[in-house]
């Protein structure tokens, strides 16, 4: 009873704390809400996921990390297709509801990538500290110093 009471506590603290003030964001924004533009952008998602959940000692080595991997994105992006947009600086983030948490509109420091007219769907995740936030399912494992924490508990 104990554990599941502190499993409790650290589920919690970690939805009020998720995402810090010092981070870098990642987004895909769909061509449009069509399900072919949809299935497109959850494709490259899953393309890329192994990349999203690297795990950095600080944010200057996941931003040295993440200028190297540009190039490669762009490589595995344009498999699929050719119009699309990548930048990686202060990008706008819409409010965003989550787990009964809102996060706020605003830049943020992120890697945006637009595909097409970008007027569709997006997935978002937080690169670092590796943290992910995903509405829709990809089978990705993602993992982050709150589980170590945890697994080291328990």
């Known amino acids: 009873m104990k554990k599941f009471i502190l499993i409790i506590v650290i589920i919690f603290i970690l939805i009020q704390l998720t995402v810090p003030k010092e981070s870098i964001r990642f987004r895909i924004i769909g061509n449009s809400n069509d399900n ?14 192994s990349d999203l959940i690297h795990k950095s000692n600080n944010i200057d080595e996941e931003r040295d990390y993440i200028k190297g991997k540009i190039p490669e994105w762009e490589n595995k992006i344009s498999k699929y297709t050719t119009d699309y947009s990548i930048n990686y600086g202060n990008n706008y983030f819409p409010e965003k509801e989550y787990l009964g948490k809102t996060y706020k509109e605003g830049f943020y420091e992120s890697v945006l990538i637009t595909l097409g007219k970008g007027e569709g769907n997006n997935f978002w995740c937080i690169l670092f500290p590796p943290l992910c936030f995903t509405d829709e399912k990809v089978d990705v494992k993602y993992e982050s110093f709150f589980k170590e924490v ?5």
């Open 36 to 49: 072919v533009d949809q299935e497109l952008k959850m494709k490259i998602v899953k393309d890329l996921q």
């Open 150 to 154: 945890l697994s080291s508990i328990f």
